[in-house]
């Protein structure tokens, strides 16, 4: 469906966040016979519905704006509106189309687009490929779950876009390139089930992507993919079974069906312990190029660098601009972001860590010094016996701190190793104060939650500001 398809119907737009109003915004010069905004609910993220918002469509609320969504011939909805949300399930039943800005655009725009996502490592992943291809003279446009609503987008002639689960559910248009970092149970109430959240997330490769780059080390991916025979696969790092998803070849032309094995991006330690980022066995350029942290990254930057690939870039051939162009990536904020404090003390921000798969990764990129991490928030039942598992496996001596609302619940997951200690706290500001008082110069006071902001902040940015405040506040 793209927008010249809701000219003359009646449209409903759900959710008046920023994606809502960027909805609002494209639909209403289509011409619908109708265009209203819905909102069942006050949330952080709802604009003020006044002026020209008002103008161009009028807003609902409430439990009344039930009849306005079902009297609808298509709807519009924001990430934040849910599967399980019972509103879409009579939605569905009644058989009315539900769509996204993301979708709406996607099928206007997926010849130039490089789709990007995954449970971890996507925000990471999408800012190295902008940032990658803008060094080797391929301009382009980031956005979307990163930065600026796709229907907000100006024209370009590519588009590096980070898409959650919520923005691939609605797909009906795959991007040129699909790309895939992770996979790990997250969202499951929004999905409906962890089957149903790998489907969501996996749409981004249902409708006829190019290519499909991978993270071959990620046995999750690989399992989903294999069950999706035809696919036009181009892995990142070698593969650690023989089950895995066979090799596809640079060859732009090459079906999956006759793909062969050709070389793939990795980064291989050297005999004098250097580590190296390599295509096959050509060496490229050292790892220490990248300045992230953390063998995840090293894993991030492999798969960017085959996405380069799969959009005609010799990566061979332009080693020297890519190696110079990583020492100058922008910082994501909220990702493992340092911040020196004069205690000598390093506190890392992380708090985009939602699951305990990035929060394994945070803790392993500082497990070399003494550490104490801050984990906890919404509760959603995610399983952390993953978490135990790699901190027993790891022998990581470290102390935990968990704050509400799903703290308490990791914190006695772990109880029982001998190499952890654990510390409860209120909230986040104690959270930090303790965590001072714990970490002695040079070490590390780390928010890596494990969990979503909601209930407690606004959301993962606010979650930060509380977390630097609190730093301020403790010196």
């Not at 920023?18 to 619908?32: D, F, K, L």
């Not at 409906?192 to 409708?207: D, P, Q």
């Not at 006759?258 to 990795?266: D, G, K, N, S, Y």
Request: some cysteine; proline content about 8%.
């Amino acid at each position: 469906m793209q927008l010249a398809d809701l000219r003359g119907r009646r449209v409903a737009v759900w959710g008046t966040g920023r994606e809502g109003v960027a909805a609002i915004n494209a639909i209403a010069p289509v011409g619908p016979a109708e265009l209203v905004a819905v909102m069942d609910r006050e949330t952080y993220a709802a604009k003020p519905w006044t002026g020209r918002l008002a103008e161009l469509a009028p807003l609902h609320t409430g439990p009344a704006a039930l009849a306005v969504l079902l009297g609808s011939d298509v709807v519009v909805r924001s990430p934040v509106i849910g599967e399980t949300h019972p509103w879409v399930v009579r939605l569905r039943e009644r058989g009315i189309p539900i769509t996204s800005g993301t979708a709406l655009w996607m099928a206007e725009h997926a010849a130039n687009a490089i789709g990007v996502t995954g449970s971890k490592g996507k925000s990471t992943t999408t800012n190295l490929i902008s940032h990658l291809l803008t060094a080797v003279d391929r301009p382009n446009v980031m956005g979307g779950n990163i930065g600026v609503p796709m229907l907000d987008l100006p024209p370009a002639p590519r588009y590096v876009l980070e898409l959650s689960m919520y923005q691939c559910a609605d797909l009906t248009d795959s991007p040129e390139v699909a790309v895939l970092t992770s996979l790990a149970p997250e969202h499951l109430d929004w999905a409906g089930g962890e089957a149903e959240y790998y489907r969501n997330k996996l749409n981004l490769v249902e409708h006829g992507p190019r290519w499909v780059v991978f993270n071959a080390h990620d046995d999750r991916l690989r399992t989903e993919l294999a069950a999706r025979p035809g696919l036009p696969l181009l892995p990142a790092g070698t593969a650690v079974d023989p089950g895995a998803a066979e090799p596809a070849s640079q060859a732009t032309t090459e079906p999956a069906s006759q793909a062969t094995t050709e070389p793939v991006f990795q980064v291989t330690a050297e005999p004098d312990g250097t580590r190296w980022v390599r295509l096959g066995d050509r060496p490229l350029f050292p790892r220490d190029a990248l300045p992230l942290v953390g063998r995840h990254n090293e894993g991030n930057l492999c798969v960017a660098l085959t996405a380069l690939r799969a959009v005609g870039v010799d990566c061979v051939a332009e080693r020297d601009r890519l190696a110079a162009a990583l020492g100058t990536l922008p910082v994501l904020e909220h990702r493992l972001t340092p911040i020196e404090d004069p205690s000598g003390i390093t506190f890392v921000d992380d708090s985009l860590s939602t699951i305990p798969q990035s929060a394994i990764h945070a803790i392993e990129a500082y497990a070399n010094r003494p550490l104490t991490v801050i984990v906890g928030g919404e509760d959603r039942g995610v399983d952390y016996g993953p978490l135990r598992d790699f901190l027993a496996g790891q022998g990581i001596v470290a102390t935990l701190i968990g704050i509400p609302d799903s703290g308490p619940r990791i914190l006695d997951v772990v109880k029982d190793l001998g190499t952890i200690t654990t510390l409860a706290a209120e909230d986040l500001p104690e959270a930090v104060r303790l965590g001072r008082e714990r970490t002695p110069a040079g070490g590390v006071v780390l928010l890596s939650p494990a969990a979503p902001s909601y209930g407690r902040f606004d959301n993962y940015a606010h979650r930060s500001r509380v977390f630097r405040q609190a730093i301020e506040e403790t010196r």
